[in-house]
C-alpha cells in the first residue's frame, strides 16, 4: 500500500531530479560599496563570456546586473553598508541565470515598484526605470522581497552557437 508519507517521499525526489545540475557556479559576497557596481557587472560578463555569448546579449546581461546591484547599494542599504550576494550559474541548455540578494530593507510593495517610472528616490533624481530595464534585457526576471532584504533571480538563455554572432 502506498502511503501518504510514501508519496511525499517519492515528490521530494522526483522535484531534487527535475532540479537542473549547473554547468558552472559561482558566488560572490561583495560589501555595498558603490565602486563593487562595476566589479560586480564585469565579474558576470567574464562569467558568461565562458559560452561564447553574443556582444548584445554579453551588453543585456551587464545593464540587468548593474541595475540590480545598484538597487541594493542605493534602496537596500541607502546611507549604511551591507553586504550583497550574488550567485550565478550556466546551464548545458546556454541559460544563465543570476541571483542578486541584499539583506537591507526591503520593498514594501513589489507591484508598484516594478511599474516603470515608479521611484522612491526623486530627490537623487531617479528615473525609476531599473526593474523596467531587467525585464526587458533578460527573459525572467522575480522579485522577492520582506523586510529582511530583496532577492532578484533573473534568467537569459543565450542564442545557440550555431547561430550568426553579432
Ligand atoms: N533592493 C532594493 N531594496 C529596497 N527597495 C528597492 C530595491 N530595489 C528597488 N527598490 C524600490 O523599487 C523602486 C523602483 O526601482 P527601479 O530600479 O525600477 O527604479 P529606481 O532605482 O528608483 O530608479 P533607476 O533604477 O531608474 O535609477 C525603487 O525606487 C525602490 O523604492
Ligand atoms: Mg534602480
Redesign the pocket.
Known amino acids: 500500500m502506498i502511503t501518504g508519507e510514501k508519496i511525499s517521499e517519492v515528490k521530494a525526489v522526483s522535484k531534487k531530479r527535475m532540479r537542473k545540475k549547473p554547468l558552472n557556479e559561482v558566488k560572490m559576497v561583495l560589501p555595498s560599496h558603490s565602486m563593487n557596481e562595476s566589479y560586480a557587472r564585469a565579474a558576470c560578463a567574464v562569467f558568461v563570456s565562458q559560452i561564447n555569448p553574443t556582444i548584445t546579449e554579453i551588453s543585456d546581461i551587464k545593464c540587468a546586473v548593474s ?1 540590480a546591484v ?3 547599494i ?3 542599504y541607502r546611507d549604511s553598508i551591507g553586504l550583497i550576494y550574488i550567485n550565478m550559474r550556466l546551464y548545458e541548455n546556454r541559460e544563465f541565470r543570476v541571483e542578486i540578494k ?1 539583506k ?4 514594501q510593495n513589489i507591484n508598484e ?2 511599474q516603470p517610472l ?4 526623486r530627490e537623487n533624481e ?7 530595464i531587467m525585464e526587458n534585457f533578460m527573459d525572467t526576471l522575480k522579485v522577492t ?1 520582506s523586510g529582511c532584504g ?1 532577492k532578484i533571480v533573473m534568467t537569459k538563455k543565450l542564442a545557440p552557437l550555431s547561430e550568426m554572432r553579432a
Do not use: L, P, Q, Y
Not at 104 to 107: M, P, R, S
Not at 126 to 132: A, E, P, Q
Open positions: 541595475e545598484t538597487n541594493c542605493v534602496h537596500g541584499d537591507g530593507c526591503g520593498i515598484a516594478m515608479f521611484t522612491t528616490d531617479r528615473s525609476g526605470m531599473g526593474f523596467t522581497s530583496t
